[in-house]
Nanobody, 119 residues
Framework: QVHLVESGGGLVQAGGSLRLSCAAS????????MAWYRKAQGKRRELVSV???????HYADSVKGRFTISRDNAKTMLYLQMNSLKPEDTAVYYC?????????????WGQGTQVTVSS
């Protein structure tokens, strides 16, 4: 079983940057594609970015060119570098397997990390 712990969120002004981290326990991390999600208040959880086991990356149109996903398999860590932040990026950010929105089995959700972008 993989245990996920997200960190790195905070309050930042529009245009600022944050780097989110996701610490994953368990040996299954390196064998799986991983993803970042976010859930804004009153909205559904949305997929932000995916990184495959080979390092290929995919981004939601809303964050393309501003966010960068990366992983360190040796440390079982997932990262999300967020630049040029906008107020609409405000949400709780979570890491997990990419299939959550299609009903596929995912790891137990972590507590998430709150990102608040002020205008």
């Amino acid at each position: 079983q993989v245990h996920l712990v997200e960190s790195g969120g905070g309050l930042v002004q529009a245009g600022g940057s944050l780097r989110l981290s996701c610490a994953a326990s368990g040996s299954a991390f390196s064998a799986n594609d991983m993803a970042w999600y976010r859930k804004a208040q009153g909205k559904r959880r949305e997929l932000v970015s995916v990184i495959t086991t080979s390092g290929s990356t995919h981004y939601a149109d809303s964050v393309k060119g501003r966010f960068t996903i990366s992983r360190d398999n040796a440390k079982t860590m997932l990262y999300l570098q967020m630049n040029s932040l906008k107020p609409e990026d405000t949400a709780v950010y979570y890491c997990n397997l990419p299939g959550a929105l299609s009903g596929r089995t995912v790891f137990p959700w972590g507590q998430g990390t709150q990102v608040t972008v002020s205008s």
